[in-house]
T-cell receptor, first 113, second 113 residues
Framework: KNQVEQSPQSLIILEGKNCTLQCNYTVSPFSNLRWYKQDTGRGPVSLTIMTFSENTKSNGRYTATLDADTKQSSLHITASQLSDSASYICVVGPPLNDYKLSFGAGTTVTVRA | EADIYQTPRYLVIGTGKKITLECSQTMGHDKMYWYQQDPGMELHLIHYSYGVNSTEKGDLSSESTVSRIRTEHFPLTLESARPSHTSQYLC????????????FGPGTRLTVT
């Protein structure tokens, strides 16, 4: 069973609307949580990286939150644009052996005009 | 945009052929990684390297092999391709400092017929 679960699996939103993606994880211990954006046919690109002591981090219209007590994170997209259509991947990193990143399967977001 | 490159971007090849997927980075990163990703699924680490002449297998068993003769170059080889090797292969690198963020290449989409 994957230790990083994302929901929903996919969603469709209208341009200009907001949406929130969820990430629940069981990885323990962990030192950081990352959100990546992956366009179709491309490699993932980092959006935010939060350490376990951070609660929120923003990158433009993207805002990530982290609740280390409940092991939940969310990614909020504000005023969506067509270019936001992509897969958004939640990744949990342990304190040591950074190569052992735990990846979620991603949420596919489609923004329609 | 990260300075990490992969060639070819797309490859269709017959069963039994030997193939090499190229990955190079110009950031001087010591750590490099190969991931395998199937549609709608999470990334799985298949190989990683912490520096020249250092290679290790990742969490997902793979019939591929890698080499690290130069810091900037981390090729992946399949001696005899099979249809089960059909997948997306992503290369990444990181500098091993602090949170050790990984930067991904654009990927190689491999199809074995």
């Amino acid at each position: 069973k994957n230790q990083v679960e994302q929901s929903p699996q996919s969603l469709i939103i209208l341009e200009g609307k907001n949406c929130t993606l969820q990430c629940n994880y069981t990885v323990s211990p962990f030192s950081n949580l990352r959100w990546y954006k992956q366009d179709t046919g491309r490699g993932p690109v980092s959006l935010t990286i939060m350490t376990f002591s951070e609660n929120t981090k923003s990158n433009g219209r993207y805002t990530a939150t982290l609740d280390a007590d409940t092991k939940q994170s969310s990614l909020h997209i504000t005023a969506s644009q067509l270019s936001d259509s992509a897969s958004y991947i939640c990744v949990v990193g342990p304190p040591l052996n950074d190569y052992k990143l735990s990846f979620g399967a991603g949420t596919t977001v489609t923004v329609r005009a | 945009e990260a300075d990490i490159y992969q060639t070819p971007r797309y490859l269709v090849i017959g069963t039994g052929k030997k193939i090499t997927l190229e990955c190079s980075q110009t950031m001087g990163h010591d750590k490099m990684y190969w991931y395998q990703q199937d549609p709608g699924m999470e990334l799985h680490l298949i190989h990683y390297s912490y520096g020249v002449n250092s290679t290790e297998k990742g969490d997902l068993s793979s019939e591929s092999t890698v080499s690290r003769i130069r810091t900037e170059h981390f090729p992946l080889t399949l001696e005899s391709a099979r249809p089960s090797h059909t997948s997306q292969y992503l290369c990444a690198s990181s500098d091993g400092q602090g949170i050790d963020e990984q930067y991904f290449g654009p990927g190689t989409r491999l199809t074995v017929t």
